[in-house]
Every structure is written in C-alpha cells, then in structure tokens.
C-alpha cells in the first residue's frame, strides 16, 4: 500500500523557518519524482516545488522561490521542504505528492497534509 505521510507543521511567526518531513511507503522511492503542493483556506491547490528522481533537478513556484528548498534522502525514503523566510500568505496545509511510473502507467499520490501557519 503506498503511503505518504508529512511531518513538521506548525505554527511560526512571520520570516521563521520550518522544515516539513515526508515519509514514503509502497513504491519505489529512489526513481519517482517528488513534488509538495499546499492549499489556503478557500483557494485551490497550488504547486510549490518539485524534485526529480536522483535529487539533480528541483523547481519551484515563482512565489517560493529563493525562500524554500526541497531535497531528497533516497536510502530513506524521505523527501524534505525547508521553508525559510516564512510570510503569513504561506500559511495553508502542505501536500507531499509522488508521481509514480510503472511500465506505461502514471500514478498520482498524496499524503494526508500537515498544517503551517505563519502568523504573528
């Protein structure tokens, strides 16, 4: 069963740091693409950054970038977002998301997301 499951929500004041955790689960990690998408109250889901496989490439939403960063453990199936320079407009629930390719088929997984707030 392929799992993703996120960690490292909080609350923080404006310009604090908070690193988000995802943990992988039933899925061959080390050559999927990671991604986290967050979501505001009443606004739809909106990527945030992405990485490839082997960790080589990563990219960002324009409203992130320069603030956050996203790396990869593969031996540990672990994919992190640091989040610096945090404003108030980031608060929303952060998503882990995998896209998973088996032979011809793409699969599109979540996590259940973790909360950030970013207020004073």
């Known amino acids: 069963e392929v799992q993703l499951v996120e960690s490292g929500g909080g609350l923080v004041q404006p310009g604090g740091s908070l690193r988000l955790s995802c943990a992988a689960f039933g899925f061959t990690f080390s050559s999927s693409a990671m991604g986290w998408f967050r979501q505001a109250p009443g606004k739809e889901r909106e990527f945030v950054g992405g990485?490839?496989?082997?960790?080589?490439?990563?990219y960002y939403a324009d409203s992130v970038k320069g603030r956050f960063g996203i790396s990869r453990d593969n031996a540990k199936n672990m994919v992190y977002l640091q989040m610096d320079s945090l404003k108030p407009e980031d608060t929303a629930v952060y998503y882990c998301?995998?896209?998973?390719?088996?032979?011809?088929?793409?699969?599109?997984?979540w996590g259940q997301g973790t909360q950030v707030t970013v207020s004073s």
């Open positions: 998301h995998a896209y998973v390719v088996v032979g011809r088929l793409e699969y599109s997984y």
């Open positions: 990485i490839s496989w082997s960790g080589a490439f990563t």
